[in-house]
């Protein structure tokens, strides 16, 4: 009886606390009433700053460049001699002054007017020989000047020279020559022995020998000829004023927009022909030959 009674009472406890345990875990009337008073609790709007715009913030850009205009490197540009040039008297460092004839432009617009001012060099001078070698010398450029005063340092070289000058360029060598004249040094001792033939003739016919006279003539004549033509140098190299040449650029010439304003510039006068460059000895000599040794 003992041992059935003892289940009866765990059942029984277990009954009493588990009434005891239920109403601690409902919630109080009070505090689920303060919580429905609240009310809820809504999130405040955050106001957006706009962005700066580059406008806003300070410029920091560079401020554009100027436009720039390039004349290449062997470009032809076409000159006028303002001083006339000798191997007579030029020695290496005399100074050649020239100016523009014809415009150069870069993308449609001018960047070398007519009249613009380019000086050059005398580098190396070398006379005619007696018996042979020509005169020759080696023009080099230096430095344009613009019109309204603009400057510039460069190098060029001559490239062509007026096709009326009896001078010859060596384009390798860029050296302006002389022409040569032995077929002139051979028509004097040949129009000389010619002359003196005659001469030696006729005086042989008074002595009854002609023709041991124009022998003795002719020798004479020659003689006197070669002697002539070994005591005087060939023809000079000479650019005479006027004469036209064209030079090309070594280096490349750059010039900003701000540079190329030649509204203030003096006007351009053209320089006219000048003279021009000598006539060839050998044109003037057949005009007048000379028929007796000087």
Do not use: W
Not at 88 to 95: F, H, I, L
């Amino acid at each position: 009886m003992r041992i059935c009674a003892i289940p009866v009472l765990l059942t029984a406890s277990l009954a009493l606390f588990a009434q005891d345990a239920a109403p601690a875990a409902e919630p109080k009337p009070a505090e689920s009433k303060a919580a429905e008073s609240k009310p809820a609790q809504t999130a405040k709007p955050v106001e957006s700053k706009p962005a700066e715009t580059p406008a806003d913030s300070p410029s920091t850009e560079a401020p554009p460049s100027s436009k720039t205009f390039l004349v290449d490197l062997g470009t032809r540009i076409p000159l006028s001699l303002i001083n006339s040039v000798s191997t007579k008297n030029a020695v290496p460092g005399d100074r050649v002054y020239l100016e523009t004839v014809f415009p150069i432009l870069v993308n449609s617009r001018i960047v070398i007017p007519p009249g613009s001012y380019v000086a050059g060099t005398i580098t190396e001078v070398k006379r005619p020989g007696k018996m042979k070698g020509r005169g020759e010398f080696h023009l080099r450029f230096d430095s344009l000047t613009l019109p309204n005063g603009v400057t510039r340092d460069f190098r060029a070289h001559v490239s062509g020279l007026d096709g009326r000058a009896s001078e010859e360029l060596d384009h390798k060598e860029g050296t302006i020559k002389s022409e040569g004249n032995k077929a002139g040094d051979a028509r004097t001792v040949g129009e000389t022995a010619a002359a003196g033939a005659s001469i030696g003739a006729l005086a042989g016919s008074l002595s009854g020998a002609p023709g041991m006279g124009a022998g003795i003539g002719a020798a004479a004549g020659a003689t006197a000829a070669l002697m002539g033509v070994m005591l005087t140098r060939g023809p000079e190299a000479v650019l005479a004023k006027g004469t036209t040449v064209e030079m090309i650029l070594d280096r490349q010439v750059q010039f900003d927009a701000g540079e190329l304003d030649f509204s203030n510039a003096p006007p351009y006068r053209s320089p006219g022909d000048g003279g021009g460059p000598l006539p060839s000895r050998k044109t003037q000599q057949a005009q007048y030959p000379r028929r007796f040794p000087l």
